[in-house]
């Protein structure tokens, strides 16, 4: 069974950039869709970015096109989420989520593996 646990989070200025990673330990990484969630204080977690086992294909939400690329490598167990451009509106902790089914919907329930979750605050 996979465990994920999330790095890279912290504090930035509206407009830069941070690079969140997702390490992947035991299971076989290759078997799961990589997901990056979010949640703000006293909001609901929601989907940020989903990527395909062999990354042919990747989701966003459309808040983030255009700001936010899903990566990953799949030779380092590795998931990546680079955020650039970023706004006070981002703040939240991020997760980083794994699941085998990749033709559900990209939802919250559908994701059975969580990562403890990485801090990201943007500052005006």
């Known amino acids: 069974q996979v465990q994920l646990v999330e790095s890279g989070g912290g504090l930035v200025q509206a407009g830069g950039s941070l690079r969140l990673s997702c390490a992947a330990n035991g299971g076989t990484f290759t078997q799961y869709e990589i997901g990056w969630f979010r949640q703000a204080p006293g909001k609901e977690r929601e989907f940020v970015a989903a990527?395909?086992?062999?990354?042919?294909?990747?989701y966003y939400r459309d808040s983030v096109k255009g700001r936010f690329t899903i990566s990953r490598d799949n030779t380092k167990n590795a998931g990546h989420l680079q955020m650039d451009s970023l706004k006070p509106e981002d703040t939240a902790v991020y997760y980083c989520?794994?699941?085998?089914?990749?033709?559900?919907?990209?939802?919250?329930?559908?994701?059975?593996?969580w990562g403890q979750g990485t801090q990201v605050t943007v500052s005006s």
């Open positions: 990527i395909g086992r062999s990354s042919s294909n990747t």
């Open positions: 989520a794994g699941r085998i089914n990749p033709w559900l919907p990209l939802g919250v329930g559908t994701y059975q593996h």
